[in-house]
């Protein structure tokens, strides 16, 4: 499995005659990987002649140093996984000072409001960061696709339009959310919780879909009181938001309409571990 750890030979290796004229899919990671980046994985595997998978925790998409501290880091056992999947992977695991030069800070984006809600609004310059990272790794592979889970919708719809403002010349694949027995949206972060909270987790999971069951018959208002009611009585975890929002524009609903796809996003602190999740409502 062909691993490399600069730009330079990265491209080098892309550039050489054999990968010409061949399909290239990437797929962009921060490592601790799951059945949810799995899933990804095999998803560019089956539409494309060769994939890449990136293993790289973005510094600039973290607001909280501490976080980006205890950000699981597993790259040996990354490699692992990735093998038993196809030993053609290519594996693109740089350093920070190899991606970002002599500058570690990000680019200013214009993402027409999708960026100052919900994450947006909780974690300061979050967006900025992950289009940084995002738009680098796709000059650097210059894949055909790339592939993102919907765990992250709203960075999806970021990418989106990143790819549009930017002109770059990819298809962004987004790709259904990988969930654990209990329903708990997979996360790196997920390693980080204790066992019991962990399981009791799948409350996160249980509520967005009684929250789709009421969005038939509920309005938008009623339903983010009761969600709302619902963490206050439970005491392992803190509601950071909810909200029912517009799956184009990302802005909360005010009256349901019937030729629009709402989506009901969720932020929630267990352990101290923030944890995020959505679900289509309609």
């Known amino acids: 499995m062909p691993i490399f750890y600069t730009k330079k030979d990265m491209l080098a290796f892309l550039d050489t005659e054999g990968n010409h004229n061949q399909t290239l899919g ?21 539409e494309n002649d060769k994939v890449v998978v990136s293993i790289f925790v973005n510094p600039t998409q973290f607001d909280n140093p501490e ?28 350093s920070i000072a190899d991606v970002y030069d002599s500058q570690v800070r ?29 738009e680098l790794l796709l000059r650097i592979v210059g894949p055909d696709k790339a592939y993102f889970g919907e765990k992250d919708f709203q960075q999806l719809q970021i990418i989106k339009k990143l790819v549009k403002t930017q002109n770059l010349s990819v298809e962004i694949i987004g790709c259904p959310i990988e969930r654990e027995p209990n329903g708990l949206a997979m996360s ?7 066992q019991e909270v962990r399981q009791k987790a799948g409350f996160i999971y249980e509520t967005l879909k009684t929250a789709k069951v009421k969005f038939g018959t509920k309005s938008a208002k009623n339903i983010v009181y009761w969600v709302v009611s619902q963490f206050e009585n439970h005491e392992d975890f803190k509601l ?43």
């Open 106 to 134: 990000s680019k200013t984006y214009e993402f027409d409001g999708l960026d100052k809600m919900m994450e947006g609004k909780y974690r300061t310059g979050h967006f900025e960061g992950v289009g940084t990272i995002v």
């Open 67 to 94: 976080d980006l501290d205890k950000y699981p880091r597993s790259l040996d056992n990354d490699l692992e996984l990735l093998k038993k999947l196809s030993e053609e992977i290519i594996v693109f695991a740089p």
């Open 240 to 282: 950071e938001y909810f909200s029912i929002s517009d799956e184009e524009t990302l802005s909360p609903i005010h009256k349901k309409e019937n030729n629009k796809k709402y989506r009901a996003f969720i932020a929630v602190y267990a352990d101290d571990i923030r944890l995020i999740d959505n679900l289509k409502l309609n």
């Open 188 to 194: 790196s972060r997920n390693e980080r919780l204790s």
């Open 26 to 46: 990437l797929v962009p990671t921060m490592g601790a990987l799951h059945k949810g980046h799995l899933s990804l994985v095999k998803k560019a595997i089956s």
